[in-house]
């Protein structure tokens, strides 16, 4: 009796066969969320130790330097493109260039300067960052600064982290990118976007 | 006391060897992307070493690691560390006292962390400037010293690592025809 009833459980028919269907799409459905999840991680971003100086003007045409180094080159790409994207508000004109941190003299980049014409230039140097159990950079934490180029002074500056999923690296920079745009914004080197 | 026989006592030392082997992995110090611009420069024999110290302990320990090597292979040398500013007042008194041919500075420019938090890898940049010209780089290289998986930098081994970095330093300043015996 007990077996006639089993093997009438596993006996397919269309109802059964529509539940199994909608189960296991539900569960794909799970495991993909999850793994994405798990891949991606979520992205978080924040400023500190922010100083600020004085500036005549908000600055309009910028240029933007991040150096690479310690990290692997798509860090840098994508926090200069996302520094760019943040500024095209806020600013007439901006360019950005990545540095390898090896260097010898700075006289390709001041070139770079000065052809551009600039107000200003804003220096983001990675100094530390934490791995991930699976090798990439779970946190990167940047100093940066922006120097008025006509009077060589620093107008603001500040500590800058982004942290999260490995797999969201443009994420992370955008709103690290969003978050200092805003903070030189308040101080007023950078205009408010559409003034 | 019965002592383990030696079949048994294998497996154990094989244990421990791989658990310390796994622990330390990749422990190294090196000197890497060497960049240079030494065309009309002579062999510098006498070096002013500028250790700038990040608050950590590690300036100390570079400091005590480089001067064996210089002194080695008779480099008429001064090694003194300052805090970050890069043009701090004791290297300018150090220049006029010692009147040196070059500075070699050594900055830490990034310390990356394990997932733990303990102190992976850091990273130094060594750059070498005429003695009145610091904006001007005859020669670049970093440095990079490595912990092992699961330890911090600065616990295991580190003074030895220092000592292997410095020396490989020195040696790579050598091997590029940058500083000579006087």
Same mark, same amino acid.
């Given at each position: ?5 089993? #093997? ?22 799970? =495991?993909?969320?999850?793994? =994405? ?20 003007? /908000? ?10 180094? /310690? ?15 943040? #500024?095209?508000?806020? !600013? ?33 140097? /990675? ?16 100093? =940066? ?9 620093? &107008? ?9 999923? !490995? ?18 914004? #308040? ?9 | ?9 294998? /497996? ?21 992307? &060497? ?137 790579? #300043?050598?091997?590029?025809? &940058?500083?000579?015996?006087?």
């Amino acid at each position: 009796m007990n077996e006639r009833l089993h #093997l009438e459980w596993l006996t397919p028919t269309p109802k059964r066969a529509h539940a199994f269907r909608r189960r296991a799409a539900l569960g794909c459905c799970g =495991a993909w969320a999850v793994l =994405a999840v798990s891949l991606g991680g979520c992205a978080e971003a924040s400023l500190q130790n922010v100083r600020l100086g004085r500036v005549a003007q /908000p600055m309009e045409r910028v240029f933007v330097v991040v150096h690479k180094e /310690p990290l692997e080159q798509p860090y840098a790409i994508a926090m200069t493109d996302a520094l760019i994207a943040a #500024l095209s508000g806020h !600013t007439t004109a901006r360019k950005g260039k990545v540095l390898t941190g090896m260097e010898l003299d700075d006289t390709v980049l001041l070139d770079a300067v000065e052809k551009f014409a600039t107000d200003g230039l804003l220096v983001l140097k /990675p100094i530390g960052g934490t791995l991930s159990y699976y090798g990439g950079a779970a946190k990167v934490i940047y100093a =940066a600064k922006l120097l008025d180029v006509h009077t060589s002074r620093v &107008v603001w500056q500040a500590t800058v982290k982004h942290e999260g999923g !490995t797999a969201v690296v443009e994420r992370r920079s955008r709103l690290a990118a969003e978050k200092m745009v805003q903070s030189m914004v #308040l101080a007023h080197v950078v205009r408010e976007a559409g003034l | 006391m019965r002592r383990m026989p030696l079949c048994g006592r294998l /497996p154990f030392h094989l244990f421990l060897w791989i658990g310390s082997m796994t622990i330390c992995s990749c422990a190294s110090a090196r000197v890497e992307a &060497v960049r240079r611009n030494l065309a009309s420069h002579d062999r510098i024999t006498r070096l002013l070493v500028v250790i700038v110290d990040d608050e950590s302990k590690d300036a100390d320990l570079m400091r005590a690691s480089i001067h064996g090597p210089l002194e080695a292979k008779r480099i008429d040398h001064q090694v003194i560390a300052i805090s970050r500013p890069s043009r701090a007042p004791s290297v300018d008194a150090a220049i006029v006292a010692f009147a040196p041919q070059a500075i070699l500075r050594i900055t830490p420019t990034a310390t990356i962390r394990s997932p733990r938090g303990a102190r992976q890898e850091i990273r130094y940049d060594a750059s070498l400037f005429p003695a009145g010209d610091t904006e001007r780089r005859i020669w670049r290289a970093r440095l990079v010293h490595r912990a092992g998986a699961l330890v911090d930098v600065g616990e295991t081994g580190i003074s030895h690592r220092m000592d292997l970095l410095a020396r490989q330093l020195v040696d790579q #300043l050598i091997a590029d025809r &940058v500083i000579g015996p006087s």
